[in-house]
């Protein structure tokens, strides 16, 4: 059967009302737009729908702003939070001038890096596993005004809590700071919230593996199995939006900032990534760690681009609030078995088939099709030029003196350094047109726009410092 009779039997066998077309900005964040399924048929899924791309940040100017929808059929889900029975579709954007991919099309960046792996040669599929870290809370208040600037977190798991009156009475059980790591219920308080994400990303096609609450109060994280990266790119945005909606719907809110809360852990999103040639590992090899020679120059280019690499895996300015030293995150540019200290991790596996390499360093603000792409463009480069990470090291890196730390580099500290690197260091990108220099300094822009934002405005901390000087 054709994608679109496949499509349309969905549809029939669940009374479809509407298919919500969605696709992704710069920044990785969902758009959609909905149409009844009267006028939903084969010739629109076929020739897409114009939408106005002037208005998405970082896209189009007004002049030239009309822009296509191309719907992968393949995509298609149940929407499990619709009133009205909806069918969720991801879309490519399609330059109507052309008929080609947008080169700022996020989606389509995931397209031309998967395409350049297999015209490379190296490799015909490219693994990916993220593990995406969040953090639900009850209230979330903040301001950004001339005058007036602040914020205020409140859950009651925070161990601010202790002491407050509650309605009913204070239970007590909750996790201290950095003591959230897989706690039981009463103390794990979300328990029943993660399973029903799990439940709704199971009805979405995604295959989940696990849930359980992280390190820090209010922190959790679900599971789900690996799979190429343009699927798992796109489940990365299924998830999101299934745990935002889930919390949405428990009266709670969830948010994949990387560093909401002061002094406890911020959240990550470690992924894992492989490359294989006729259904066979190429990470599995008799080296370090049981690792090929392909494997650990995999890590060579990992480790070379990082710095730029930090601009797509680490897009916000709230990303270096988390990637400093004693909170479990990785500044630390080497690599290591099982050692989680380090930025490339080689977690255990019992078998050939589960030889990766666990780049630790990303955030969950990151676009999945832009940091994906990025870090597979990263490791590519390293394989073709044969670039060595030097030797392991399989020490806890926090606890070496600093003269053991004088040759080993860290990721960037600032977004700032890091659009500047991405700047710097963008040739391994652009091989196979993969990232275009108009994407690259379209992003460019939007990014330091932020930057900007965020360097101008007055700090809530900096009265405390300085009001009085």
């Not at 066998?13 to 077309?21: G, K, T």
């Not at 330059?95 to 350049?116: F, H, I, K, L, M």
């Not at 990263?378 to 030097?390: H, M, Q, R, S, T």
Request: aromatic share 10%.
């Amino acid at each position: 059967m054709s994608d679109f009779k496949n499509f349309n039997q969905l549809i029939q066998d669940n009374a479809i009302q509407f298919v919500d077309f969605r696709f992704t900005d710069p920044r990785g964040k969902w758009h959609h737009t909905s149409q009844h399924i009267k006028t939903v048929d084969e010739d629109m899924c076929t020739d897409g729908i114009l939408f106005d791309g002037s208005s998405i940040a970082g896209w189009k100017e007004i002049h030239e702003s009309d822009m296509i929808l191309m719907p992968d059929l393949r995509s298609a889900s149940i929407d499990p939070f619709a009133a009205q029975p909806t069918i969720v579709v991801i879309c490519d954007i399609i330059e109507p001038s052309t008929g080609q991919s947008y080169s700022r099309c996020p989606r389509g960046v995931a397209n031309r890096a998967e395409a350049y792996l297999q015209y490379s040669g190296i490799g015909d599929t490219a693994y990916f596993g993220p593990e995406a870290e969040f953090f639900v809370f009850d209230d979330v208040r903040y301001n950004v005004s001339s005058n007036n600037t602040g914020y205020e977190i409140d859950q009651e798991e925070g161990a601010y809590n202790n002491n407050r009156l509650y309605e009913g009475g204070n239970s007590g059980h909750r996790p201290g700071i950095k003591g959230g790591y897989l706690p039981v219920q009463p103390v794990d308080s979300m328990a029943d919230m993660r399973a029903e994400m799990v439940i709704h990303m199971l009805s979405m096609g995604i295959k989940v593996e696990k849930h359980h609450h992280e390190v820090a109060p209010s922190q959790n994280e679900l599971g789900f199995t690996f799979d190429t990266l343009l699927k798992t790119a796109d489940q990365t945005q299924i998830y999101k939006y299934v745990v935002q909606m889930t919390a949405h719907s428990y009266g709670k809110t969830a948010t994949f900032m990387p560093k909401p809360i002061f002094g406890d852990n911020g959240s990550g999103m470690h992924v894992h990534q492989s490359i294989w040639k006729n259904k066979k590992p190429l990470f599995a090899g008799t080296g370090y760690a049981d690792l090929s020679e392909t494997a650990i120059h995999y890590i060579g280019g990992i480790i070379k681009h990082a710095k730029s690499l930090n601009a797509f895996t680490n897009p916000s300015t709230n990303s270096y609030k988390r990637l400093i030293p004693g909170f479990e995150a990785p500044v630390l540019l080497a690599y290591s078995a099982r050692n989680r200290s380090a930025s490339c991790r080689i977690p255990h596996a019992s078998s050939p088939n589960g030889k990766r390499v666990e780049v630790r360093f990303p955030d969950p603000t990151a676009n999945p099709y832009l940091a994906f792409s990025a870090m597979l463009m990263a490791g590519l480069d390293g394989i073709e030029n044969k670039i060595n990470p030097g030797d392991a090291m399989d020490k806890n890196l926090y606890d070496l003196p600093p003269e053991s730390l004088d040759n080993i580099d860290t990721v960037c500290g600032t977004l700032h350094e890091a659009l500047v690197s991405l700047d710097e260091d963008r040739e391994y990108l652009k091989k196979g047109e993969v990232f275009t220099d108009d994407l690259i300094n379209g992003y460019l822009e939007l990014k330091f726009q932020e930057v900007e934002k965020y360097d101008l405005t007055p700090h809530p901390v900096e009265f405390e410092m300085y009001y009085s000087s």
